[in-house]
């Protein structure tokens, strides 16, 4: 799967923008295993993230306060970095729970990004990033 994402944040008090263009390279894999009425459904991505362009401008007073720092760029350091992307996903279907089209799902994804170098370090020296994980856990009913 190929997507451009392109990020565009107006903030107006105080007056500030910020823009971040990235292109992302996925490839996915999935199976479903039947057993009667039960299935489970495993899953693999792996992909990169490349940043295509990035800017921000804060206009406002304190740039060069904790929250503005810490908030503000820490967030656009993240979404303006290359990353190498992967994860895995499981899941469980039991059909015909309480008629021939009802069932119960449970699905866990894990997905983790890290960044194309070694040591990735924010330009001003004082963030720094090693790898961003989530966990999605989904789970219902259908009728």
Not at 4 to 19: A, F, G, N, V, W
Not at 27 to 52: C, E
Not at 104 to 133: C, Q
């Amino acid at each position: 799967e190929l997507q451009k994402e392109k990020l565009s944040d107006i903030y107006y008090l105080p007056r500030s923008t910020q823009d971040v263009e990235n292109l992302y390279l996925t490839i996915y894999a999935k199976k479903n295993f039947f057993f009667g009425k039960n299935s489970i459904l495993v899953g693999l991505n792996a992909g990169y993230k490349s940043n295509q362009s990035s800017d921000i401008s804060y206009t406002g007073n304190y740039a060069d306060s904790d929250i503005y720092k810490n908030m503000v760029l820490r967030d656009f350091y993240y979404l303006s970095q290359s990353a190498l992307l992967g994860g895995f996903e499981l899941g469980y279907t039991r059909s015909g729970l309480f008629n021939s089209r009802s069932s119960l799902f449970i699905n866990a994804i894990v997905n983790s990004a890290a960044p194309d170098t070694e040591d990735w370090t924010s330009p001003d020296g004082n963030i720094k990033f090693n790898e961003f994980n989530s966990i999605i856990i989904k789970a219902g009913l259908t009728f």
